[in-house]
């Protein structure tokens, strides 16, 4: 992707949220020169990989094939004691696909905050991780369903699923781009991520311009193991 890009989709991500009235963290729009000298003062946020999220899933096709995210809150797998959850806002586009994954540990609560209608294409994997033909249980906000291996489920607005480990699922908006809500349990984009077709999860950027705002893969390159 080209890092003009990116900062276009950034801009266009805040007036999308402002309309919305989802109000993002201040370090949500920090420049580059505006991050803190003292990196551990910001450790929770560059260890947990909190702020913004942009991929194509390495197809060059965003508009098709990618999600914008951004993390507001995250803890860590190896810090016992401290934050067990996450929570992640999305903007999903219409007809645009998010690809076919689980996770293999996070659960999460998918959540549809306003806009137009998610759709979502449910499997579960079978013990060799591909799909499965038999029927899919889950829960859509407390409320259970068993239904048959591909079936796809609309959210309205104010809407959720529950999503666990190893319910595979694919998603994308139809009739207008819908602000998408993620409450989960720790995330690790790293590893916890299994996509039935090979992808990848973070997008190789083109730097065609400076960054506007940095992206949480932009974290290891910028700042390194300060």
């Not at 913004?52 to 004691?81: A, H, K, M, P, Y």
């Not at 934050?83 to 219409?94: G, H, L, P, R, S």
């Not at 790293?190 to 065609?208: C, K, L």
Request: charged share 25%.
């Amino acid at each position: 992707m080209k890092r003009s890009t990116v900062n276009a989709l950034i801009r266009d991500a805040v007036a999308f949220f402002d309309e919305h009235r989802f109000r993002l963290p201040p370090f949500a729009h920090w420049a580059p020169a505006d991050w803190p000298e003292d990196r551990e003062s910001v450790r929770e946020i560059l260890d947990n990989g909190l702020g913004w999220d942009i991929t194509d899933f390495g197809q060059g096709r965003f508009d098709e094939l990618g999600l914008l995210l951004f993390t507001v809150r995250n803890g860590s797998l190896s810090d016992v004691g401290g934050k067990t959850y996450a929570e992640k806002i999305m903007i999903v586009n219409v007809d645009q696909v998010t690809p076919m994954h689980y996770h293999w540990s996070k659960t999460e609560d998918i959540i549809n905050r306003g806009g137009g209608t998610l759709k979502i294409k449910l499997f579960t994997a079978d013990p060799d991780d591909g799909l499965s033909g038999g029927d899919v249980t889950f829960s859509t906000d407390g409320v259970r369903h068993r239904v048959p291996a591909g079936h796809i489920i609309s959210l309205t607005p104010g809407e959720s699923i529950t999503l666990t480990p190893k319910l595979y699922h694919s998603f994308w908006a139809v009739g207008d781009r819908v602000l998408t809500g993620e409450v989960s349990s720790v995330n690790d984009d790293h590893i916890d991520n299994r996509f039935h077709e090979p992808v990848g999860r973070f997008p190789e950027i083109n730097e065609d311009e400076p960054p506007f705002r940095l992206l949480v893969s932009d974290y290891a390159r910028c700042f390194g193991n300060e």
